[in-house]
């Protein structure tokens, strides 16, 4: 059994490794193919950041709680922190930068604006993935279940109020 | 590889950011005896699903093991109802079991409960198998500056003499007080469930309630699973009592927070007089806590709140408190009786 053994483990791990502790990742970030080679450890937050210069997703507390590193997996809203970038090949992520664009806002990133949804802006492109998400979830949330599905985002200056309307104004 | 790089955890000054994770290899097993093999190779070897605790431990410093093994590539996210029970496949995202229509109609608790844990982008990615496998919040365990007995065999606890508030008051040793923070393992301790185990020689069953060790003098030792199993799937029997359940969580704020006290009720009724009655109470023991003694409290008697305030006193019995935790045994009796309300239609406290 033994021999057996090893050969399923080295396959794997040579297949896709460099060294031990390096693998290659195939990533889809809005909508263009990439390769990058990270060290195991690296979130896919840090991958988008510091390998990709995508630093739009925000790092706030890097433990899940606040949110500000929302992004979309396979149109699925996740915390990108809580998550390693060599557990995602060949999958689909979507950040702010993927949302629209300076002259061409989402509806979503329009209301923000209209609603004055934000004040230091660190969470807002959190807030605004979460949002999207949000709304690939419930097709027509009313304000409290916008306020009780957009709890995993914080924001600090406390524009929740202007976050909901905003968010409220995209279903009506 | 810069530190800079990597995910650290730098506390308020980043001068001291000396908590780095340490370096791990990574597979990704494509079939479960890939998965067996690899966990035999490797006993210091983590399984990683939605990796929503794990990764946290990690970078706190908590845990370093020495190997991922992503199991995400298994075939285990199935949700599948038969006629008398639903079987949950371990890689099921709580979101999914959340909303799946047949789990809402037929386990109105467990979907609830999923709903009440987390927040949206969490329960997107946390599994059923995970949820089961999460390590306490207790803040001694989860802080390396602090003797933690379950963290550190010896070292001490920290909560009994501590910042106790959240700590549990049944099920407690001398060792630890710890509190299990799932509100998934409620709802299926309340449900009857089994989780499915496997591992090289086969498969097993587990009840949920028993897949969980008390404390005692070992309280590293948290469930039954063995080195080299993994949980393949959750088994929840149907029944008119789960069809007739409600879960209520009482927490410190109204949302992404873990409960103070939860509880998990399902009934069978017949007119007013309750034939059947199961109850699990959250947040109050190292596992969801079931007590057969304070549910046949309810057997055959009407649905009334003398009755369900016998039951929760019964629930409760022999509960231990700590300097700051007395109002838990208040507090859950009062959310048992509640739910136990709630399910049955009775206008309630």
Known sequence: MQPDIMTTRLRTIMAHSQSFYTQSVSLRVNGSATKLNVDTRVTLLDALRNELGLTGTKKGCDHGQCGACTVLLNGRRIKSCMTLAVMHDGQSVTTVEGLGQDKRLRKLQAAFVKHDAFQCGFCTPGQLMSAAGLLNEVEKPTADQIRELMSGNICRCGAYPHIVAAILETVS | ?349
């Not at chain 2, 393949?232 to 103070?260: C, I, M, T």
Request: with cysteine; proline share 6%; aromatic share 4%.
């Open chain 2, 1 to 349: 590889m810069p530190m800079r790089r990597l995910s650290a955890h730098c506390r308020s000054d980043s001068r001291n950011c000396v908590v780095v994770m340490q370096p791990f290899s990574y597979l990704r097993p494509t079939t479960q005896n890939d998965a067996f093999a690899a966990l035999k190779l490797e006993p210091a070897a983590a399984v990683i699903a939605g990796g929503t605790d794990l990764l946290d431990l990690m970078k706190l410093g908590v845990t370093a093991p020495s190997q991922l093994i992503d199991i995400n590539g298994l075939p285990l996210a199935g949700i599948e109802l038969t006629g008398q029970s639903v079987m949950i496949g371990a890689l099921a995202h709580m979101s999914d079991v959340a909303h799946d229509a047949r789990i809402v109609k037929g386990f109105p608790v467990l979907s609830q409960a999923l709903l009440a844990s987390a927040s949206g982008q969490l329960r997107n990615v946390a599994t059923v198998g995970g949820n089961l496998m999460q390590r306490t919040r207790c803040p001694y365990f989860r802080d390396n500056t602090f003797p933690c007995n379950k963290r550190n065999p010896g070292s001490g606890c920290s909560a009994i003499d501590g910042f106790n508030r959240g700590s549990a008051i049944l099920g407690t040793s001398s060792k630890c007080i710890a509190v299990h923070p799932s509100d998934m393992a409620v709802a299926l301790v309340a449900l009857s469930a089994d989780v499915v185990l496997a591992s090289r020689s086969g498969t097993r069953r587990v009840a949920v309630e028993d897949f969980y060790l008390l404390p005692g003098d070992t309280p590293q030792n948290e469930t039954v699973l063995e080195p080299g199993e993994l949980i393949v799937a959750v088994e929840v029997p149907a029944s008119p009592e789960a069809k007739r359940s409600v879960y209520l969580k009482v927490r410190d704020r109204a949302s992404f927070e873990f409960a103070l006290v939860s509880v998990a009720a399902a009934v069978k009724m017949k007119g007013s007089i309750i034939t059947s009655a199961r109850f699990a109470v959250g947040g109050v023991a190292p596992r969801p806590w079931r007590t057969l003694g304070a549910e046949t409290v309810l057997a055959g008697k009407p649905a009334n709140v003398k009755n369900f305030a016998a039951a929760a006193a019964a629930a409760l019995a022999g509960a231990t408190t700590s300097r700051l935790n007395a109002f838990k045994v208040t507090l859950a009796q009062n959310a048992i009786k509640r739910a136990l309300a709630l399910a049955t239609g009775v206008a309630g406290p």
